[in-house]
């Protein structure tokens, strides 16, 4: 196989991934469908002229024999489409959350083993080139033992309806403008804590581990715009090495959206929060005196094509095709995705009842030992220089 053949599911999210795919060298992206007419003539400017086809339904996708497919559907069908995709033959990209159960996850491991299809989940921040660098310098021990860490997922979204041409809109504009005809968005009753796989996986990534168990706690139901969901779910969720990760989502609060990240170890610690766009570093060399130390190192490489959140969606397009090109492992496979999603799963099912330490599973058919995720990634060879923090 010299290249290879690419379709796309859903041309919402999808059309980033198409933008993406056609850039890839060592793909060719034969063809894309979406039930809405508007976003497929969107996707025809891009994929005619490449030689590829827009087409309504996934079965007429399926049936034009890709080698793989890219799941960008609704998030509460992305497994039914991901087994639809492998049992034709192909291969699957899928979007986060990737499932919406724990009977999902099963069902899609069961899926991978039994067809022999690579899967691949599209956790893009895993791929943020400081964490490359976070791993680095665990390895070196620059923070000692790492206790606790934290990530945070800000990202106001009040547009939890979709009219008839599949343009989102809100209750609020909907009812402004008289609109009886919409409908809610999968994401609009979502727990928002299973929405975490941005702050969950590539911390994971970073500290090489699981979750095994999880409390968690929901927010009042206040946002006028989405009534179906909690307006936030904060997780504490205890891993496999002993560390401490607290996870917090919010998707109904009105400010600028952003990912926060922290580490804590007991002889430094590092954060990174998207407004700044820079790392703050106080390592074992650092004197309590001199403060945080800025390492101006971010979401991308600087060699890295820049194209979509922070140039991450590029590289999984990237190392997705590569590794099925030479038959290889994907960096997140179905086994180290469910372990990205499943503690988000259950983390709700712990709100549910008031904040109930509940155990995460470990799927897989052979315990967890370490990740494969950097074997594929790498780390830097170079060292950033540091200068004095000044907040902004």
């Known amino acids: 196989m010299e290249k290879l053949k690419v379709g796309i599911l859903g041309l919402r999210r999808g059309m980033a991934h198409l933008h993406n795919f056609l850039q890839i060298e060592q793909a060719e992206v034969i063809g894309a469908c979406d039930r809405f007419e508007a976003r497929r003539q969107q996707a025809e400017e891009l994929l005619m002229p490449a030689g590829g086809q827009v087409l309504p339904e996934f079965d007429d996708l399926l049936e034009m024999e890709p080698d793989a497919v890219v799941i960008a559907s609704n998030g509460k069908c992305q497994v039914e489409h991901a087994c639809q995709a492998m049992e034709a033959g192909c291969h699957v990209l899928s979007e986060v959350p990737g499932a919406d159960t724990e009977e999902e996850l099963i069902r899609l491991r069961d899926t991978v083993e039994r067809t022999g299809k690579t899967y691949m989940l599209g956790e893009n921040s895993c791929f943020l080139d400081f964490m490359r660098y976070w791993h680095k310098?665990?390895?070196?021990?620059?923070?000692?033992?790492?206790?606790?860490?934290?990530?945070?997922?800000?990202?106001?979204?009040p547009n939890t309806l979709y009219c008839p041409d599949g343009s989102p809109s809100s209750p609020t504009k909907a009812k402004a403008e008289g609109r009886t005809d919409c409908k809610p968005l999968w994401r609009a009753d979502q727990p928002p804590i299973q929405?975490?796989?941005?702050?969950?996986?590539?911390?994971?990534?970073?500290?090489?581990?699981?979750?095994?168990?999880?409390?968690?706690?929901?927010?009042?139901w206040r946002c006028m715009d989405a009534p179906l969901r909690s307006d936030g779910q904060i997780a504490l969720f205890h891993t496999a090495k002993?560390?401490?990760?607290?996870?917090?989502?919010?998707?109904?609060?009105?400010?600028?959206?952003?990912?926060?990240?922290?580490?804590?170890?007991?002889?430094?610690?590092?954060?990174?929060?998207?407004?700044?766009?820079?790392?703050?570093?106080?390592?074992?060399?650092?004197?309590?005196?001199?403060?945080?130390?800025?390492?101006?190192?971010?979401?991308?490489?600087?060699?890295?094509?820049?194209?979509?959140?922070?140039?991450?969606?590029?590289?999984?397009?990237?190392?997705?095709?590569?590794?099925?090109?030479?038959?290889?492992?994907?960096?997140?496979?179905?086994?180290?995705?469910?372990?990205?999603?499943?503690?988000?799963?259950?983390?709700?099912?712990?709100?549910?009842?008031?904040?109930?330490?509940?155990?995460?599973?470990?799927?897989?058919?052979?315990?967890?030992?370490?990740?494969?995720?950097?074997?594929?990634?790498?780390?830097?060879?170079?060292?950033?220089?540091?200068?004095?923090?000044?907040?902004?």
């Open 195 to 220: 929405y975490l796989t941005h702050d969950l996986g590539p911390l994971l990534e970073v500290l090489d581990d699981r979750v095994v168990s999880v409390t968690c706690r929901s927010a009042p």
């Open 242 to 392: 002993g560390t401490l990760i607290r996870i917090m989502v919010t998707l109904n609060t009105r400010r600028p959206s952003e990912h926060r990240y922290r580490l804590f170890g007991t002889e430094g610690s590092t954060e990174w929060f998207e407004y700044e766009s820079f790392c703050r570093r106080f390592d074992r060399d650092r004197e309590e005196e001199q403060g945080w130390e800025r390492i101006d190192i971010g979401t991308r490489a600087h060699d890295d094509i820049s194209d979509g959140h922070g140039g991450t969606d590029i590289k999984v397009a990237r190392y997705f095709t590569e590794a099925i090109l030479a038959d290889k492992p994907t960096p997140i496979d179905v086994y180290r995705g469910i372990e990205f999603a499943l503690p988000g799963i259950i983390a709700n099912r712990s709100a549910e009842m008031g904040g109930a330490q509940l155990a995460v599973p470990d799927l897989r058919r052979e315990p967890f030992s370490t990740t494969t995720f950097w074997d594929t990634v790498g780390l830097p060879d170079t060292e950033p220089t540091g200068q004095p923090y000044q907040p902004s």
């Open 137 to 157: 310098w665990i390895i070196e021990g620059r923070f000692g033992p790492i206790s606790m860490a934290e990530g945070e997922y800000l990202h106001y979204l």
